[in-house]
């Protein structure tokens, strides 16, 4: 192969419009390129429908000028044999004598009437299948060299590069039209959703001014997490919807449309709207969770309460949970201990630490224990609570409040309980947590004012 015809291929291939998508452009472009260096009458670049019932024109160079009308196409049933062929052929197809084309079935409908003596063909693969041909025709006896073997052959590879291309690009412009849709779905039909965002972002304000908050940067990353996985199955669930309805639509219009296929079709669509309503509404249960975990100062006073008969009480409202996990609780409070502060912010407090106890503290322990002490100070009290379960490492330890961190993900937890009542502590109460654990125990410490500042709404 001569230098010139090397510096050919190599510009051609690094042409632009080859993975622009603009099939019709590339071929146009492979086919100018071909004839200036064959010099022959004819040629063309032809693709297979979608069901390989026939075989479409997409582009025909015929006396230096292209053809846009009246494209030709074959037929599978009327030529057989040649559908056979391109189906198995490994190699170029030649014909180079009017003999050799009195032979093929195409003689009388395609290259008689056209004139046509000579042909070389090569074809087109993608995925591993033949998926078209690139035709080169004359009108005249022409014997094939070599070199035209394996220029025709090296554009077929060129045209494949660009099929892949304009496939890629359907594919982008057919998801950027299901995503429009979709987004105009969600729209409608979450305004509960977008409305606790914008709550959130709110409450992620209030989380990064605690001082002993993990970095905004794993939040951020934690919440992403959490609310694109159902929303990305609801994205699925709806364009595999979409697909199936278009797919009905095509095979009504086609008259191909049978009650068992509507049927299944149908079933499937259904299917999809469930699917996609439920992690919406996943989702929409988890941004209320979320907005549990930066509360605004409490509307009420703090008031005085009696925690010798406020806590037992508070205990009491999670017997079910408390008898479910077998948990034996032990509350060590002083009599007629009367303290001011927030009674909803610490009932919450009380309610979240012994629900994540039953919840993470325990796997195969027979005797399951919860000590609850409080005591009093000069100018604090301090809540305790000890259990004698497996403990937390130290490194899980030093991330217990981070947002969305849990050890127990596959059992459903979303990582907000120990933010929550840091926050509650810190924000409401005015205290302060600190966090003890061993292999064979772990402790909350919750030390806050006896006479807390009153906090106003902002």
Not at 2 to 7: A, D, F
Not at 27 to 32: A, E, F, I, N
Not at 129 to 138: D, Q, R, T
Not at 369 to 374: A, F, K, V, Y
């Amino acid at each position: 192969m001569n230098k010139t015809l090397q510096k050919l291929l190599l510009d051609i291939s690094l042409d632009p419009r080859i993975d622009q998508g603009n099939l019709v452009e590339a071929c146009q472009l492979v086919l100018t390129t071909l004839h200036s260096q064959l010099q022959v009458d004819r040629l063309s670049v032809w693709l297979h429908n979608s069901d390989n019932s026939c075989i479409d024109c997409i582009c025909l160079l015929e006396q230096n000028n292209f053809v846009s009308v009246g494209l030709p196409k074959l037929v599978r049933s009327q030529f057989p044999e040649y559908f056979a062929t391109l189906e198995h052929s490994k190699e170029i197809l030649t014909f180079n004598a009017p003999s050799d084309l009195q032979n093929s079935e195409l003689y009388s409908a395609y290259f008689k009437p056209l004139g046509i003596t000579s042909i070389l063909e090569a074809p087109i693969r993608y995925h591993g299948k033949i998926v078209g041909v690139l035709s080169v025709e004359n009108n005249k006896t022409r014997v094939w060299t070599d070199d035209n073997v394996m220029i025709i052959s090296v554009f077929s590879d060129i045209l494949s590069r660009a099929i892949n291309a304009s496939e890629r690009m359907t594919y982008q412009r057919q998801l950027k039209q299901l995503n429009s849709k979709l987004e105009q779905k969600i729209l409608q039909r979450t305004k509960k959703l977008t409305q606790s965002l914008s709550q959130l972002k709110s409450a992620q304000h209030k989380v990064i001014e605690s001082e002993k908050m993990a970095s905004l940067g794993r939040m951020v990353a934690g919440l992403s997490h959490e609310i694109n996985t159902p929303l990305g199955i609801a994205v699925t669930a709806n364009s595999h919807a979409e697909s199936t309805l278009l797919e009905l639509e095509e095979l009504f219009l086609n008259g191909q449309l049978t009650s068992s296929i509507f049927a299944k079709q149908g079933e499937t669509i259904k299917n999809s709207i469930v699917l996609a309503g439920n992690n919406l509404k996943r989702s929409v249960d988890l941004v209320e969770s979320i907005k549990q975990t930066a509360l605004e100062p409490a509307s009420s006073l703090p008031a005085y309460i009696q925690l010798d008969q406020f806590i037992p009480q508070v205990i009491s409202s999670l017997a079910e949970e408390i008898s479910a996990c077998q948990l034996t609780v032990k509350v060590e409070i002083p009599q007629q201990t009367e303290i001011k502060t927030y009674a909803s912010a610490l009932a919450t407090v009380i309610r979240q630490l012994i629900e994540n106890t039953c919840l993470h503290a325990f796997t195969d322990q027979q005797q399951r224990r919860l000590n609850l002490n409080i005591t009093l100070q000069e100018s604090t009290w301090c809540l305790t609570l000890t259990d004698n379960g497996k403990g937390m490492p130290e490194h899980q330890l030093s991330r217990a409040f981070e947002p969305f961190y849990t050890t127990n993900r596959s059992g459903g937890s979303k990582g907000l309980g120990l933010t929550l009542v840091f926050n509650l502590v810190t924000q409401i109460l005015q205290g302060q947590l600190e966090l003890k654990s061993n292999s064979s125990e772990f402790s909350v410490q919750i030390t806050c004012p006896l006479n807390p500042k009153l906090q106003l709404n902002t």
